[in-house]
C-alpha cells in the first residue's frame, strides 16, 4: 500500500471506528454494561472529520492555495451524499416496521428534509439516531457562508497573517458552543431534546475539524513549520496515551452517571470536551503523525477502513436494527452473553445492510454527483475561451510572505491527502 493509500486508509478507519463507537454505546446502554463504550464520541468525531474534509478547498482559498470552491457543485455533492441513502433507510424501515412511521403530513416533511430537530419536542424514537444527520445539514448550509465571510478577512492579508486571523475566527466556535450550551440548561431547555442537536452545540466540532484542515495546508505550502506538533505526533505513544487518559476522565464519576440519565451542566461538559479532544486528537495524528504510528496502522487496517467505507450505512441502519430485534428477540440472561448476542445480531444484520446501501445507493449517488452537468460544461468551457483569466491560474499563487516551495516540507499526510485521494464524505 502506498504512502498516499495509507493515509487516506486512516481516514476512512477514523469514520469507521466512529459508526462502531456509536454501534457499541447504543447496543451496551441496553446492557448491564452501560460504562462500555465513549457516549457521544461517534457523532461528534463524524463532526470533526467533517470539518476537516469540507473545508479544506475553503482552507486553500483562504491562503491564496487554490481558488473558491463552487457552492453549485459543492450543494450537489452534499445533498447526493447524505439524502439518497436516508430516504432509503427511512421508507423501508417505515414499510416494515409501522411504528417507526412519522406521524401526519407534517411529521413526513419534517422527517424527509431532516427537520424535525426544529420542532419542540419532536422526538422519533426509532429513528432519534437521524439528529446527527440534521446537524450535519446545517453544517452543510453554514459553511459555505461562514468560510466565505472568514476568507475574505483574510485574504486581505499576507499569508501567514491570514493564517492567525481565520485561526482566531475559528476559535469564536468554542464560546458559541459553551454560550448555547449554558443558555440551554438555564432555561431547562434540554427536556425539548431538540435545542441540544442545533447547529451551535457542536459548532467547536466541525470548526475543530476545520482548524487541522487549516493548519494541514498551510503546512504543505511552507507557511507554517509546526515544529511542536510535528515532534509530539512522532512520538508513537504520546497520542494513544493521551487519548486513553482524556477517555478515562471523561468516563470518571466528573462526567457522571453512565448511561441515558440527566446530568449536570460541568458533568456534560466534562464529556462533551473529553470526546471532542480525543476525536482531535485522532484526526491530528493520522494528519500530521508517522504512517507507522499506532494510531495510524490501527485505523488503516483493513477492519476499520471496511467499516468507514460502509460507515453512513452502518449508522443509519443499526438504531432501526436495535429496536425492532429487541421486540421480536430474546437474548440470553447471562450478562456477557446478553451483551454479546447483542451485538452479533445487530452488526450481523446491520454491516450487510450498509455494505448493499453503499453498493446500490450511496455510490451510485456519489458517482452522479461527479458528472458535470451539461449546462455547467457549457459555461466551464465557455470560461475557458482565449482572454477569459482562469480563476484557478490567478488565485493559486501564494503571498510573498508565504512563498515557501512545498517540496521541501516532509512527505507525510500533509502532502499525501489530496483532495481527489479522500474518502467518500
Given at each position: ?68 470552491p463552487d457552492v453549485f457543485v459543492y450543494s450537489r455533492r452534499r445533498l447526493s451524499r447524505i439524502f439518497p441513502a436516508y430516504l432509503v433507510m427511512l421508507f423501508i424501515v417505515a414499510l416494515v416496521y409501522p411504528p417507526a412511521r412519522p406521524v401526519g403530513a407534517d411529521g413526513w416533511f419534517y422527517s424527509v428534509t431532516l427537520t ?310
Amino acid at each position: 500500500m502506498s504512502r498516499r493509500e495509507e493515509q487516506v486508509a486512516a481516514l476512512t478507519g477514523l469514520r469507521g471506528f466512529a459508526a462502531l463507537m456509536v454501534v457499541l454505546v447504543h447496543s451496551t446502554v441496553r446492557t448491564q454494561y452501560p460504562w462500555l463504550g465513549l457516549p457521544s464520541y461517534g457523532p461528534v468525531a463524524l463532526f470533526v472529520l467533517s470539518g476537516f474534509l469540507l473545508y479544506r478547498p475553503w482552507a486553500r482559498w483562504t491562503l491564496r492555495l487554490g481558488s473558491s470552491p463552487d457552492v453549485f457543485v459543492y450543494s450537489r455533492r452534499r445533498l447526493s451524499r447524505i439524502f439518497p441513502a436516508y430516504l432509503v433507510m427511512l421508507f423501508i424501515v417505515a414499510l416494515v416496521y409501522p411504528p417507526a412511521r412519522p406521524v401526519g403530513a407534517d411529521g413526513w416533511f419534517y422527517s424527509v428534509t431532516l427537520t424535525w430537530i426544529y420542532v419542540r419536542g419532536h422526538f422519533p424514537d426509532v429513528l432519534a439516531h437521524t439528529w446527527s444527520l440534521a446537524t450535519e445539514v446545517s453544517w452543510y448550509v453554514a459553511l459555505p457562508m461562514m468560510a466565505g465571510v472568514s476568507g475574505l478577512i483574510a485574504r486581505r492579508f499576507a499569508a501567514r497573517t491570514a493564517l492567525r486571523i481565520t485561526t482566531g475566527l475559528i476559535a469564536l466556535s468554542l464560546p458559541v458552543t459553551i454560550g448555547w450550551e449554558y443558555w440551554i440548561y438555564a432555561n431547562h431547555l434540554a427536556i425539548y431534546f431538540t435545542y441540544s442537536f442545533w447547529l451551535p452545540a457542536f459548532l467547536v466540532c466541525f470548526a475543530g475539524g476545520a482548524l487541522v484542515a487549516l493548519y494541514m495546508e498551510a503546512y504543505a505550502a511552507g507557511i507554517t513549520s509546526l515544529p511542536r506538533l510535528r515532534r509530539l505526533t512522532a512520538d508513537r505513544w504520546a497520542v494513544p496515551l493521551f487519548v486513553v487518559g482524556i477517555a478515562l476522565l471523561g468516563t470518571s464519576v466528573l462526567g457522571g452517571s453512565d448511561g441515558y440519565v440527566p446530568h449536570t451542566f460541568g458533568e456534560d461538559q466534562v464529556r462533551f470536551a473529553s470526546v471532542t479532544t480525543i476525536a482531535l486528537s485522532l484526526l491530528t495524528a493520522v494528519v500530521f503523525g508517522p504512517a507507522n504510528a499506532p494510531v495510524a496502522r490501527l485505523m488503516s487496517s483493513t477492519v476499520l477502513a471496511t467499516a468507514g467505507r460502509w460507515s453512513y450505512g452502518i449508522y443509519l441502519w443499526h438504531l432501526p436494527v436495535i429496536v425492532i430485534l429487541d421486540q421480536r428477540l430474546t437474548y440470553p440472561d447471562g450478562a456477557v452473553a446478553n451483551l454479546v448476542m447483542r451485538l452479533v445480531w445487530v452488526l450481523g444484520i446491520s454491516v450487510p445492510l450498509a455494505a448493499a446501501t453503499y453498493a446500490w445507493v450511496e455510490k451510485p449517488a456519489i458517482d452522479w454527483s461527479r458528472r458535470p452537468m451539461a449546462f455547467r460544461a457549457a459555461d466551464s468551457r465557455h470560461r475557458s475561451l482565449p482572454g477569459r483569466r482562469n480563476a484557478e491560474n490567478t488565485d493559486a499563487t501564494p503571498s510573498t510572505e508565504s512563498n515557501t516551495a512545498t517540496t521541501a516540507q516532509p512527505t507525510d499526510a500533509a502532502n499525501t491527502v489530496r483532495e481527489r485521494s479522500l474518502p467518500d464524505e
